[in-house]
């Protein structure tokens, strides 16, 4: 059974930093893409920033570009989102899962962008 379990969300306020962590089971993560996704409030998930399996090759969302970076930990099976000059539309339950989201989701980390 494949578990991901967010963490390291909270309040920031705009321009701030935060760094989100996921540690995941069941799953090997080098072998697999893995990807941060958000859901902001009154949208649809979307998809955030993705790390390649093997070459740790990463993309991110043009809203997100020279915001944010994607890496992570083969040994300890964890993916991270570094996130700098956070924005209140930033705001938003960020999960993490494969790149193709067909595991079942966990239950999110919160990050939330005010004053």
């Known amino acids: 059974q494949v578990h991901f379990v967010e963490s390291g969300g909270g309040l920031v306020q705009p321009g701030g ?32 920033a993705s790390i390649t399996a093997i070459t740790a090759g990463t993309n991110v969302a043009e809203y997100a570009k020279g915001r944010f970076i994607i890496s992570k930990n083969n040994d300890k099976n964890t ?26 989701w966990g239950q999110g980390t919160q990050v939330t962008v005010s004053s």
């Open 17 to 48: 930093s935060l760094t989100l962590s996921c540690a995941v089971s069941g799953l090997d993560i080098g072998s697999n893409h893995m990807s941060w996704y958000r859901q902001r409030p009154g949208n649809e998930r979307e998809l955030v």
């Open 79 to 104: 993916v991270h989102l570094q996130m700098s000059s956070l924005q209140p539309k930033d705001t938003a339950v960020y999960y993490c899962n494969t790149l193709s989201a067909d595991s079942p």
